[in-house]
Each structure stands twice: as structure tokens, then as C-alpha cells.
């Protein structure tokens, strides 16, 4: 498996990944292309063919992931964690101090993922999410 940077040529890829994972920000192939022009930190996992993909930012001193998916059928084999060990080693390049992001309440196996990573739940958004609305947990993690 490789973990590289997000092209342009893998927009069409990640947007399938996306719409079968219905958890996950529903991004616009302008979002993506705004990853690939660099305005933001963005992987791809590959394996043959695009499997998974991570986006994040750097604010100030801290690394927010904003949008991270692997494709049902290859989930479990480790592709989620070299994606955001990727991220977190690019946080570690600008010498962030935590990285942060929101996950769907009800999403048991995402929240489960980033405990071993060392994340925990530092506050609730009502409401942050629609189709359908949902809260948000806040999950954060240090990095020194």
C-alpha cells in the first residue's frame, strides 16, 4: 500500500469513496480541488486503486482532520492508520500541539479507531450535522 499526496487525478476516486460512506462530510469535487492545489493537507491510500483519503489543516498550532474515509470493503486492514499517522507525522513537521476533529455521535467505530490513537472527547456541537442532523463529539489528542 502507498500514502501520497491528493492529486487532481484522484478527485473522481475519493468522491466514490465518499459517497459510500455516508458518515463523512459530503465534500464537491471544488473542495478536493482546492486540496490538491495545496490549500490544505491531503493523502490518498493506494493499493491499485484509490482505497482511502485524509484531509487536514493546520490552525496555528494545531492539525484539524476535516474529511477521512476508507472504503467499507477495506476497512480493518490498517489503511485508516497509516493515513493518520501520515497526517500526524505533516502536524509534527510545524510542530502542532494537538490535533482535533468532530465525529458523529453515533459513529461507534470511528470513535473506537481514534481512542487508540490516543483522541478523546473534549466537547459536543448540537446539531453539527445534517442528512440526518446529528451531534458532533469534539475529539482531541496532544501531540507533544
Not at 484509490?50 to 480493518?76: H, Q, T
Not at 510545524?94 to 490513537?117: G, H, I, M, P, T
Not at 478523546?120 to 507533544?144: F, M, N, Q, W
Request: hydrophobic fraction near 50%.
Amino acid at each position: 500500500m502507498l500514502i501520497r499526496l491528493l492529486e487532481f487525478r484522484d478527485i473522481e476516486d475519493v468522491l466514490a469513496i465518499q459517497s459510500l460512506c455516508r458518515e463523512v462530510a459530503q465534500w464537491t469535487a471544488w473542495d478536493y480541488h482546492r486540496v490538491a492545489k495545496g490549500e490544505m493537507g491531503g493523502w490518498v491510500a493506494e493499493r491499485k486503486a484509490i482505497i482511502g483519503f485524509l484531509v487536514a489543516r493546520r490552525i496555528a498550532s494545531d492539525l484539524e482532520i476535516l474529511n477521512f474515509a476508507v472504503k467499507p470493503d477495506a476497512r480493518r486492514q490498517g489503511i485508516g492508520g497509516a493515513l493518520l499517522e501520515e497526517a500526524l507525522r505533516w502536524a509534527k513537521s510545524f510542530d502542532a500541539q494537538r490535533a482535533f476533529l468532530e465525529v458523529r455521535v453515533s459513529n461507534l467505530a470511528a470513535l473506537r479507531f481514534y481512542e487508540l490513537y490516543n483522541f478523546h472527547t473534549t466537547g459536543r456541537r448540537a446539531r453539527y450535522y445534517t442528512a440526518p442532523i446529528e451531534d458532533a463529539l469534539v475529539l482531541a489528542a496532544s501531540l507533544k
